[in-house]
């Protein structure tokens, strides 16, 4: 069992930034490849970015690309999500998710464990 908390999120204008941070207890974070997602408001939720274990490999959606940056550090048991250039279109609920083995997922039936979500609203 992997319990996952999200924080870091929180009220920001466009064009500004925002480091949300996921934090693992439970079995070895090292073993486990990590996702974030999001999901607004009436919407399913997406695929954002994921890390391998090792983080060597990441992988982003199209919509994010160049503008966030997710990262781990394994002897802290957290992964990172970095986000520049902030724009309207990202307001949502972020969420930090864990998958076992693997190299890195973006489908998120392949993730089993979920945190609680961190709110990021972005005003224009």
């Known amino acids: 069992q992997v319990q996952l908390v999200e924080s870091g999120g929180g009220l920001v204008q466009a064009g500004g930034s925002l480091r949300l941070s996921c934090a693992a207890s439970?079995?070895?974070?090292?073993?486990?490849?990590m996702g974030w997602f999001r999901q607004a408001p009436g919407k399913e939720r997406d695929f954002v970015a994921t890390?391998?274990?090792?983080?060597?490999?990441?992988y982003y959606a199209d919509s994010v690309k160049g503008r966030f940056t997710i990262s781990r550090d394994n002897a802290k048991n957290t992964v990172y999500l970095q986000m520049n250039n902030l724009k309207p279109e990202d307001t949502a609920i972020y969420y930090c998710?864990?998958?076992?083995?693997?190299?890195?997922?973006?489908?998120?039936?392949?993730?089993?464990?979920w945190g609680q979500g961190t709110q990021v609203t972005v005003s224009s």
């Open positions: 439970g079995r070895t974070f090292s073993n486990y490849v």
């Open positions: 998710a864990a998958a076992d083995g693997g190299t890195i997922y973006r489908n998120s039936g392949m993730y089993r464990y």
């Open positions: 890390i391998s274990w090792g983080g060597s490999s990441t």
